[in-house]
């Protein structure tokens, strides 16, 4: 039997306690032996040193920590040290992010309350919520955080606001009476209590029937802990890079070190030869200008208020296919807002959101003023008399003080310009029946400055049209007949069927000097009048933003605690409902297993009543299909599939600490609209790193080749070892990242996500790398040769030409990295940070060739005027061959 289904006795019964007394000392101190304290328990946690090491077991970080052992070999000390600085300022990054990143469970702890009022032995006393036990009665009124799970026994106008836990929107009435239906979700448990959340208005006493980590909050932090964070489609893409150049690298200081044997050269020559080339094949440099990359996006991220907490998710948002959203305060403003009215017989909607007293009042497309239609104003007038809400300005912004259903109304009566205190000059509230919710309504007695008096009420419609004997209909009163209650019916189902929550509001008047003692009397042989029909309204940029998003082929998701008819209405609204897209709710989840939701999730637009184990399910679904998810979210419901997700978003705004610290991105704006922003600097970002990733190893293959080649034709080696070194170093570093601060190309939304299996060599960068690569190693051989074969006693100044034409051509090839399509795509001087970073590199060669103290150290002499038109010729070659190659195609 399930305690929400036990009347009072039954409960103290199962529970061994007394409603009366509480718990006995001694059945305490048991009790906390058998269960434990009243908190959340952490899994075992790595040591910081671990979690330190950990950080370099990456494949990358150990193919650079391999190229440092070879630098060494070499002598080439300053490269060990800046190799192993990389390694370093890698492994601290993301040792302090992850350090970071494991705060969730800590944010979960400060939900919990600090102190509760127990019944111990007969008396209440406040205690930590540490010390609660299965059994305790506890007592909560407004502004209490609930310290346990909590079968409530006693309400008195009880409401508690649970939308960390469920996604709604509003507070839950609360009631005390059992309850026989069956539950989809927390959110329809009305005569429990949850740890953690909060009581907004009315007061109540609760049996404790779990605690710790079998609370509703406890769960969550088991699957927190449990979730497993997912590596990003860029760590997987360099990780496979990793594996393909180490053994690239293996295989060619075999390869190079066998055939100078062959050949006769000396066996130490060509091991330092091989090794320099193994050297070459790896951009040492990668992982940091990956690095630098990152952070520069990250800093743009700032200004479009995203804050990203951890650096790969930023390329992993732009390949994000699926984005899952919660609906309340992500999607919507999270302020209720009155929409629509009506009065007998006659409905009109309002204009303006959230909680600023701004909009008009249409009759169908015609703007009226309230105050020319009485039955509106009267409406609007008894709305705001039977009302305890006040708005506050905070920082120029108003905040609601009260119940968000009473702030829509208020805000409703002031867009039509009435107020307090103008109201205060006309009536004066004498008595208040406040809101129960076994009534329903809530009531004030009211006198006006003639002396009458009234009484006004407001509740839901059902119940208030039962109390009623009369309408105001066109402006007169008319007595409440059979048609006319089905005309009030017809209007509420019409608010329902646009996922309205309606309030109707009635009113008599009674005797002057009249006193109403009970509820009963005053709430009898009312006349009704309207309807106030309101809805948490969807922020205004974000259809928008949802439709951009299905341009660049991402699908949008709503995963939301609200109730179906809402969530259906916000999504239809919103444009992420459409067709023949399904909703699956909480209770069609349950039933399934992730295999047969998988079966069906892509067809799927909106999940409604779901729980934080459904959120889990659908992500993982997602996932097992291919798709690279993006959960976003701001309550405690949302951290285990934040953390789970390929990418976690929460809102820094409404967000709960537990869902930001399990997150990867934040929205400092809350706006769903700044997610777009964020996928197109994702996108650029990784479409940055494959232009540098195509530049890095297209010049690594060009040098390879040029030594390749040219011990298959027994000639001498082109580029002694401390030169190859240099050119890595020269070319590898400043244009390299350069192109990292590349500006997006402006299809970059209008293009598809990315698969997340998408190869680092996909799309034809693997032929554009091996094409230019062999180009460049060609140019430079040729380069060589020539001037070798005219001067074959000087092979140090033709060593030199080919060390100049090598970079130069590297240097030219760069311009043309920054389109898939060729150099001619873009302006090749659009990137003033490339322009500059390739004149700095081409000074760094020039020195080592023309000034003597390095030509002693790089094996260099000074290359005369003529020979450096041969050089610039030979180093265009590469480029402006196949670009050539693509004007011919495109003018076909």
């Known amino acids: 039997m399930k305690f929400r289904e036990m009347n009072k006795q039954e409960i103290e019964a199962s529970l061994g306690t007394s409603a009366q007394h509480g718990l006995k000392e001694e059945e305490i101190k048991l009790r906390q032996k058998q269960h434990g304290f009243n908190e959340l328990r952490e899994g075992e946690k790595q040591s910081a040193l671990m979690l330190f090491l950990a950080q370099f077991k990456d494949f990358m970080v150990l193919v650079l920590l391999a190229a440092t052992l070879v630098s060494g070999l070499l002598g080439e000390y300053i490269d060990s040290i800046a190799i192993i600085a990389i390694i370093l300022i890698n492994g601290f990054l993301g040792f302090f992010q992850e350090r970071k990143a494991e705060k969730s469970l800590d944010a979960l702890k400060q939900m919990a309350a600090p102190q509760v009022q127990i019944l111990r032995e007969g008396n209440w006393v406040k205690k930590p919520s540490r010390e609660v036990v299965v059994g305790d009665i506890i007592k909560f009124s407004s502004g209490d955080r609930i310290g346990a799970d909590l079968r409530i026994i006693e309400a008195v106008s009880l409401e508690i606001e649970e939308s960390a836990l469920t996604g709604e929107s509003v507070p839950v009435t609360k009631i005390a009476e059992p309850l026989y239906h069956s539950a989809e979700s927390i959110g329809d448990e009305e005569n429990m209590a949850f740890m953690g959340t909060m009581v907004t208005r009315g007061s109540g006493v609760g049996a404790v029937v779990s605690i710790g980590m079998d609370t509703s909050m406890g769960k969550i932090a088991d699957l927190l802990q449990s979730a497993e964070t997912m590596a990003t489609p860029l760590q997987r893409r360099l990780e496979q890079l990793g594996k393909i150049l180490i053994t690239a690298a293996l295989l060619l200081t075999i390869i190079v070190v066998a055939i100078g044997v062959l050949q006769g050269q000396d066996l130490y020559t060509m091991f330092l030869a091989g090794v320099s080339l193994a050297v070459a094949a790896i951009p040492e440099g990668l992982p940091a200008i990956v690095t630098v990359a990152l952070s520069l996006g990250v800093q743009r991220m700032i200004k479009q208020n995203s804050i990203v907490r951890k650096l790969p998710a930023v390329e992993t948002l732009g390949c994000a296919s699926v984005i899952c959203s919660d609906k309340t305060g992500t999607m919507t403003q999270n302020k209720m807002t009155v929409t629509n009215l009506w009065s007998g017989g006659t409905s009109w909607t309002v204009s303006g959101t959230g909680y600023e007293p701004e909009g008009e009042f249409y009759d169908g497309e015609k703007a009226v003023k309230p105050q020319q239609e009485k039955s509106l104003q009267q409406l609007l007038t008894f709305g705001l008399l039977c009302n305890n809400s006040e708005l506050v300005d905070r920082d120029g912004k108003n905040i609601l003080d009260g119940d968000p259903t009473e702030g829509a109304m208020l805000v409703a009566a002031l867009k039509a310009g009435l107020t307090r205190d103008k109201l205060k000059k006309s009536f004066t509230v004498i008595k208040e029946f406040p809101f129960d919710s076994t009534r329903k309504m809530m009531s004030v007695v009211v006198k006006d400055d003639t002396g009458k008096q009234f009484v006004v009420t407001k509740g839901a419609p059902d119940v208030l049209v039962s109390h009623c004997e009369s309408v105001l209909w066109d402006n007169k009163l008319q007595l409440l007949n059979k048609d006319l209650r089905h005309s009030i019916q017809n209007a509420v189902d019409s608010l329902a069927a646009q996922a309205l929550r309606t309030i109707a509001v009635g009113y008599k008047q009674i005797g002057a000097g009249t006193v109403l003692l009970r509820e009963e009397e005053a709430e009898k042989d009312l006349t009704f009048i309207g309807l106030h029909g309101m809805i948490d309204p969807p922020r205004p940029e974000v259809k928008e933003a949802v439709k951009e998003c299905h341009e660049a082929g991402i699908k949008t998701v709503m995963i939301t605690g609200d109730h179906v008819a809402t969530a259906k209405a916000i999504a239809k609204q919103l444009g992420i409902l459409k067709g023949k897209d399904k909703v699956l709710d909480g209770r069609a989840l349950s039933e399934m297993s992730v295999q047969e939701l998988e079966n069906?999730?892509?067809?799927?637009?909106?999940?409604?009543?779901?729980?934080?184990?459904?959120?889990?399910?659908?992500?993982?679904?997602?996932?097992?299909?291919?798709?690279?998810?993006?959960?976003?979210?701001?309550?405690?419901?949302?951290?285990?599939?934040?953390?789970?997700?390929?990418?976690?978003?929460?809102?820094?705004?409404?967000?709960?600490?537990?869902?930001?610290?399990?997150?990867?991105?934040?929205?400092?704006?809350?706006?769903?609209?700044?997610?777009?922003?964020?996928?197109?600097?994702?996108?650029?970002?990784?479409?940055?790193?494959?232009?540098?990733?195509?530049?890095?190893?297209?010049?690594?293959?060009?040098?390879?080749?040029?030594?390749?080649?040219?011990?298959?034709?027994?000639?001498?080696?082109?580029?002694?070892?401390?030169?190859?070194?240099?050119?890595?170093?020269?070319?590898?570093?400043?244009?390299?990242?350069?192109l990292g601060l590349d500006r997006p190309e402006g299809d970059v939304m209008k293009r598809h996500p990315r698969s997340p299996n998408e190869g680092v060599f996909s799309r034809g960068l693997g032929w554009k790398i091996i094409s230019r690569g062999f180009l460049i190693g060609l140019s430079t051989l040729a380069a060589f040769m020539i001037v070798y074969k005219n001067n074959p006693e000087d092979l140090v100044y033709a060593q030199t030409v080919a060390f100049a034409t090598l970079v130069l051509a590297q240097l030219i090839h760069v311009f043309d990295c920054r389109s898939e399509k060729s150099i001619f795509a873009r302006n090749p001087f659009g990137n003033k940070y490339l322009v500059w970073a390739v004149l700095s590199s081409l000074l760094l060669v020039l020195i080592v060739i023309y000034y003597p103290p390095l030509q002693l150290i790089f094996h260099t002499v000074p290359i005369l005027a003529h020979d450096w038109f041969l050089i610039a010729g030979l180093a265009s070659v590469p480029t402006f061959l196949l670009a050539g190659s693509f004007l011919i195609s495109k003018s076909k």
């Open 600 to 738: 069906v999730v892509e067809d799927v637009a909106v999940f409604a009543r779901v729980s934080p184990e459904h959120k889990l399910k659908i992500v993982k679904a997602l996932q097992n299909k291919g798709h690279v998810v993006a959960m976003t979210g701001d309550g405690v419901n949302d951290a285990p599939a934040i953390k789970s997700a390929d990418i976690g978003i929460s809102m820094g705004i409404t967000g709960t600490d537990v869902a930001k610290e399990s997150s990867s991105l934040i929205l400092l704006d809350d706006n769903f609209a700044t997610i777009k922003s964020a996928i197109k600097e994702g996108r650029n970002i990784y479409e940055n790193i494959r232009k540098f990733i195509r530049y890095l190893l297209a010049s690594n293959v060009g040098e390879i080749l040029v030594m390749f080649f040219a011990m298959l034709l027994a000639l001498p080696l082109p580029l002694v070892p401390i030169q190859i070194l240099w050119v890595n170093l020269v070319t590898d570093g400043l244009p390299a990242l350069a």
